[in-house]
């Protein structure tokens, strides 16, 4: 008779928590554990005084990877998370005083972009049509599917679309073939920062984030981006997922060349047939796997993403010129990266995004206030960076630089916390305390990034920002569906019956 198989995930993550979800509908039993007190990782919430904070994740793309989850589980996503459209995305503010404002409008982003850059336009539509097929190809060929080898990869069909994706030039260079002013330059990179890789070193596919956001929009769940990972808790809790919370894995056990399921902090041993590790992956394998029985390749090799100086502020006021993206460019764009990639030092004068997620859900605010949330883009852990010093630094440099563009705000806070790339080492276990796990230039992409499943121990599987295909929230949950149905494979060879698998549907058109 065939046999009911159980696994254990490490971390309540999104990619943690949207792969337990499947993992139980497919028919095994499930338990998550997870270390802080609450679901979704990086994308936490923090409560304040009134406020409501979103502590990591302020955007959503790609919204039909989240609807697809629930609508492989055959539960529709409106009853667990509502979703709007930002319009216009976002206001840049660049050092000269000059502004961009970012709409689907295309006549009023005509306008805009002629004001910086007569005959601009046009060239802008080119770019979003290379964005469009960099988007399809990227989706439809890379990071939709497992590659088991590297053959897979290198097949005429990959290297036609790596040609068509630009996937082998960088996105700086790239976009500076359709614009000559620096500011529009940096208005259609900048987005690479969202992976946490600078421009010039990403490879120019990732033009397809500027043409998602206008293309396919900006999202927000209503009640901020933790609705997510609570809705996803919910759905799987629904199929029968256990979680537990403040339960930190101490280490996974493995007899011979098999993980036989993990050791908690508390002494306690849980067996499972299949281990899912939601932890960031090269932090686990340095901290939860023992090195005898399986490694990680190439890792005093491998590169991270930068990290974020936060500050969450409650105001007393509420600030009309500040929409709820708004993206602030310092002075020096290119040494800007350089510092944070190259130097390891915070940029003299640092860029930074601010989101006032109150706009277009009242409820995250008290009535007449504003809540703000500052991301600084900053080195990831350094020797030579102690936040203790360079917190303050950067955070009154944040407070001029506003003061400059006529916000005088620093007068008007009266709820702070702030959140180091030390926090977010401590508090999620991530290597290096990078924002955004592993980087992504070419040779950290596809086949190259560490495998979702581990080469010796074939029953150790991971899954989220540091493994294949890449961070992010809408990636992280394909990086779900990619793992479980490696997981499926590996369940049907130890004798499992499992429901069939979803019919994977084409993305909707875009
Ligand atoms: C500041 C910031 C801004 C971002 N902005 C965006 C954005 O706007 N849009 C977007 O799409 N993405 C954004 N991201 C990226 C996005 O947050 C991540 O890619 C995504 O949330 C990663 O999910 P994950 O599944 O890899 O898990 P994680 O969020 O890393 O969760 C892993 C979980 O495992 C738990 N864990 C670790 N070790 C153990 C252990 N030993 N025992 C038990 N539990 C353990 C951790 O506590 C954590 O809860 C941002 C990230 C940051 C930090």
Redesign the pocket.
Known sequence: MARRLSAVV?????????AAARLAHAGLDVQV????P???????QLHANGYTFD???????MPEVVERTFRDLGRPMASYLRLHRCDPNYTIHFRDGSRLTFTSELTRMGEELERIEPGSFARFLRFLALGRVQYRTSLDQFVSRNFDHLGQFLTPASLRGIFRARAHRRLYSVASEFFRDDRLRAAVTFQTM???ISPYDSPAVYGLLPFSELGVGIWFPEGG?HAL?LALERLARDVGVHVAYR????SITFEGKRATG?K??DGTEVSADLVL????LP??YR??IDPKVTRLRRAGKLRYTS??Y?MYLGLDRQVPELGHHNVFFGGDYRGSFEDIFERFRVPADPSFYVAVANRTDPSLAPAGCDGLYV?VPVPRQHPSLDWATEGPRVRAQVFARLREEGLDLERHVVTERV?TPDD?AS????EHGS???LSHHFFQVGPFRPSNQDPTVRNLFF?????QP???????ML??ELVVQRMRREAAALGATLAPAPVLAPEAAA
């Open positions: 490490v971390g309540a993550g999104v990619g943690g928590l949207a554990f997870e270390q802080t609450a679901p979704g990782g990086r994308c936490a502590m990591g994740p302020t955007i959503l793309l969202y992976l946490g981006l990972p339960t930190a894995v101490k993990v908690l902090e590790c939601n932890a960031d932090w686990a901290n939860l990290s974020g936060m991301l959140f977010w508090r999620f276990s991530l924002a955004f796990g899954v989220g920002a540091s493994t890449g961070t992010g929230l809408p990636t992280v990086s779900a």
